[in-house]
């Protein structure tokens, strides 16, 4: 797990979109797995920018959304994919036929998971998977005590869950119990996890998933099994890590490394 600790958040915003421009000159045809939530939003930002300049194009693009609610239909404007339509696609040049959100409102939602997964499968599987957390280290919508090895499936919300989301509806307006998300296992299989979080609400939880046991307690804890996840996190964010100048020796050598061998190229 590599941690990568910027000033603030525009930062944070800033390298996570370099990895995805990065990803897209190697492979214009590139999987993205995407999340929902307030942290990813500059990202998006960013990826919308480079695409109007020009500089990136999302022609090639298939995408595959980490969560959606159970029960509510995509035009509802909590749901994710509306959210993702109306802070993403709808800004890009991608195939709107390429972008893909669990169903919600499916008749048979454990079809529809296994559809989910198969689909991802057809697409060759994810290159980079974008990832938030929650407060209580949840991972799309995989809350504590999920499976480490689950697939797409149906899950129960947390109170705190609930609590945190209940910002977005309105007073009285019905609010999902369950939600539909990729599992656990789902989320490991892809190349290269990024994960973001800014904010002191999320410190104790980055501080769970980087030095915590690998528990079902943290499901964001398990990325520590991961072959290739980047953390990029905020100071605020940082500020429960036993040691957060360690991980930015650890950077700063990285960049160092990549320039010398650059010079080499
Ligand atoms: N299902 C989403 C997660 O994917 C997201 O990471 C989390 C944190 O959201 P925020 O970035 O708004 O703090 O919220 C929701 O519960």
Redesign the pocket.
């Known amino acids: 797990m590599k941690v990568v600790i910027l000033d603030d958040a525009a930062n944070v915003a800033k390298y996570g979109a370099g990895i995805f421009l990065d990803q897209l000159a190697k492979k214009p045809d590139s999987v993205f797995g995407l ?5 990813p939003l500059s990202l998006y930002r960013e990826l919308i920018d480079s695409n109007h300049r020009g500089e990136v194009s999302f022609a090639g693009v298939k995408t595959f959304n ?2 959606e609610y159970m029960d509510l239909a995509p035009e509802h404007p909590q749901s994710y994919r509306h959210f993702m339509n109306r802070e993403f696609f709808d800004h890009i040049d991608i195939n709107p036929d390429n972008t893909r959100v669990p169903p919600g409102d499916a008749a048979n939602p454990l079809v529809a998971c296994r559809e989910y997964e198969a689909a991802i499968r057809d697409a060759g599987g994810i290159d980079i998977q974008l ?4 407060r209580n280290g ?1 991972i ?2 995989n809350e504590p005590t999920s499976c480490l090895s689950s697939r797409t499936r149906v899950k129960t919300l947390t109170r705190e ?1 609930i609590e945190d ?1 209940a910002r977005f509806f309105r007073e009285g307006e019905f609010q999902p119990q369950l939600s539909i998300t990729m599992g656990i296992g789902t989320i490991m299989e892809a190349r290269l996890v990024v994960l973001l979080a800014t904010g002191r609400s999320k410190a104790k939880a980055i501080r769970a998933m980087v030095e915590g046991p690998v528990s079902a307690w943290c499901p964001a804890s398990a990325l520590q099994m991961h072959p290739a996840t980047v953390v990029i996190v905020d100071e605020d964010a940082a500020s429960e890590l036993t040691d957060p100048a360690f991980f930015k020796h650890i950077e700063a050598q990285n960049q160092a490394l990549l320039a010398r061998l650059q010079g080499q190229a």
């Open positions: 999340a929902t939530g307030s942290t980490l969560d990832l938030g957390i929650g949840h799309g919508f869950t989301n």
